[in-house]
């Protein structure tokens, strides 16, 4: 079946490096992707999205790169903070008759070092 | 962007009773989704509502175990019904916004079942 997947399930960073986030998915008809963090004991919070027919989209302090070729999504975290620490989540959205189905991703749990 | 309210944010409850999660959103949204999230694992989509239908379960999931309200574009609730102990997990509400591709998350309902 269609599943969104990610390489590795914890990152630990030091504190002002960048920080990559990959994930995997399979469904190439899927019309968005996005990145979500989680901290503990919250609901899941929107970072940046990104269409399928665009490569890179920056936003602030974050970059997502899309690679349909080898369909694999990845998030950039420029100067890692402490505030960063969570767990992220990519999610493919598919549109279709007026109605989004999200799927996501297994998630990987960023630790920042000090 | 939207601001959801969930509650409860956390309850214990006995096996074979029933636990109503309520969602209310701050503005009017046509979809509102409902997931299951396993401590330290990702969201797993339940069902969609959608104001003035049936909702739209996914597979593994049934009305019976998961009855499902929508009676305005602002508010939804899910019950978990005849709970048991793999019951125990995080429920959350969220609601598509703008163009659909950001999703806004209640901050969930830790739901333990003894």
């Known amino acids: 079946g269609e599943s969104v997947g990610l390489h590795l399930p914890t990152l630990s960073v030091q504190e002002g490096d960048n920080s990559i986030i990959n994930c995997a998915y399979s469904?190439?008809?899927?019309?968005?992707f996005i990145w979500y963090k989680q901290e503990s004991g919250k609901g899941p919070q929107f970072i940046i999205d990104?269409?399928?027919?665009?490569d890179k989209r920056q936003g602030q302090r974050v970059t997502v790169l899309l690679n349909k070729t080898v369909k694999h999504l990845s998030l950039q975290i420029a100067a890692t903070q402490p505030g960063d620490s969570a767990v992220y989540f990519c999610?493919?959205?598919?549109?279709?008759?007026?109605?989004?189905?999200?799927?996501f991703g297994t998630g990987t749990r960023l630790k920042v070092l000090a | 962007s939207a601001v959801i309210s969930q509650k409860p944010s956390r309850d214990i409850c006995q096996r074979g009773t029933s636990l109503t999660i309520q969602c209310q959103v701050d503005?009017?949204?046509?979809?509102m989704f409902w997931y299951r999230q396993q401590p330290g694992q990702s969201l797993t989509l339940i069902a969609t509502?959608?104001?003035?239908?049936?909702?739209t379960y996914e597979s593994g999931f049934v009305i019976d175990k998961f009855p499902i309200s929508r009676p305005n574009l602002t508010f939804s609730t899910l019950t978990v019904s005849n709970l048991s102990p793999e019951d125990s997990s995080i429920y959350l509400c969220?609601?598509?916004w703008g163009a659909g591709t950001e999703a806004f998350f209640g901050q969930g309902t830790r739901l333990t079942v003894v």
């Open positions: 990104i269409r399928s027919n665009m």
């Open positions: 969220s609601a598509p």
């Open positions: 509502a959608n104001q003035g239908s049936e909702a």
């Open positions: 999610a493919e959205i598919s549109m279709g008759s007026g109605t989004y189905k999200y799927i």
């Open positions: 503005s009017q949204v046509t979809m």
């Open positions: 469904n190439s008809a899927s019309d968005y």
